[in-house]
C-alpha cells in the first residue's frame, strides 16, 4: 500500500506564509509525479500545482508568483511553499500523487487526508 501524509497547515493571517509537506511511504517504485489541489467550501476541488510526468510545474493562475511546489526525492516527500496569503486561499489542501508500484506496469493514483489552511485576521 502507499500512504500520502500532509502536514503544515494552520491559521495565519493574510500576507503571512506556511509551508505544506507531504510525505509519501509505503511499497513506491517510483513517484511519477505529484501535486498539490484544494478545496473550499462549497466549491469544487482544483488543482493548485503540480510537477508532472513530463516535468516542469504547473501553478493555478490564482497563485503563480506567490506559491512554489517542490520535491524532496530522495525523502519522497513533496512541498508548497505559499507566501503572501490571501483570505482566498482558505480551503482544505490535499497531497495527490501518481506512484508506481513494485510489479506494476502503470501507476495509481493516491490522495493525503488533507491539511486545512485558513487565512483571515
Known amino acids: 500500500q502507499v500512504q500520502l501524509v500532509e502536514s503544515g497547515g494552520g491559521l495565519v493571517q493574510p500576507g503571512g506564509s506556511l509551508r505544506l509537506s507531504c510525505a509519501v511511504s509505503?511499497?513506491?517504485?517510483?513517484?511519477?509525479?505529484m501535486g498539490w489541489y484544494r478545496q473550499a467550501p462549497g466549491n469544487q476541488r482544483e488543482l493548485v500545482a503540480s510537477?508532472?510526468?513530463?516535468?516542469?510545474?504547473r501553478y493555478a493562475d490564482s497563485v503563480k508568483g506567490r506559491f512554489t511546489i517542490s520535491r524532496d526525492y530522495a525523502k519522497n516527500t513533496g512541498y508548497l511553499q505559499m507566501n503572501s496569503l490571501k483570505p482566498e486561499d482558505t480551503a482544505v489542501y490535499y497531497c495527490?500523487?501518481?506512484?508506481?508500484?513494485?510489479?506494476?506496469?502503470?501507476?495509481?493514483?493516491?490522495w493525503g487526508q488533507g491539511t486545512r489552511v485558513t487565512v483571515s485576521s
Open positions: 510537477l508532472p510526468t513530463g516535468g516542469g510545474t
Open positions: 509505503g511499497s513506491i517504485f517510483r513517484i511519477v509525479a
Open positions: 495527490n500523487a501518481q506512484v508506481l508500484r513494485a510489479g506494476q506496469f502503470s501507476p495509481s493514483d493516491y
